[in-house]
């Protein structure tokens, strides 16, 4: 069984005990990153415009070198280099 789970749906959020409980053998959760995303874009783009600058929430971003390591981008680099 698959659950489709969105927020601000009709479904209260599950967690994957009362999932499983349920007989659920995989949820997805298809817009929850990108809500998240678009807060955080939202707040950056408010302190560009207040601020004129998005200095005070570089705390906050993720560097090149994390985002490389979360999609394995020189792993994948070298694969393609060395075949």
Known sequence: ML???T????TPPFGR?????AGVDM??????ASRAMARAAEKVLAAIREQGTQ?????EM???VELYDLL????QE???RHG
């Open 62 to 64: 993720m560097t090149r």
């Open 78 to 80: 070298r694969k393609q």
């Open 7 to 10: 927020e601000f749906g009709l």
């Open 17 to 21: 005990a009362a999932l499983a409980e």
């Open 55 to 59: 200095a005070d929430l570089i705390p």
């Open 3 to 5: 659950a489709n789970l």
């Open 27 to 32: 949820a997805l959760y298809p817009l929850s």
């Open 72 to 75: 394995g981008y020189e792993a």
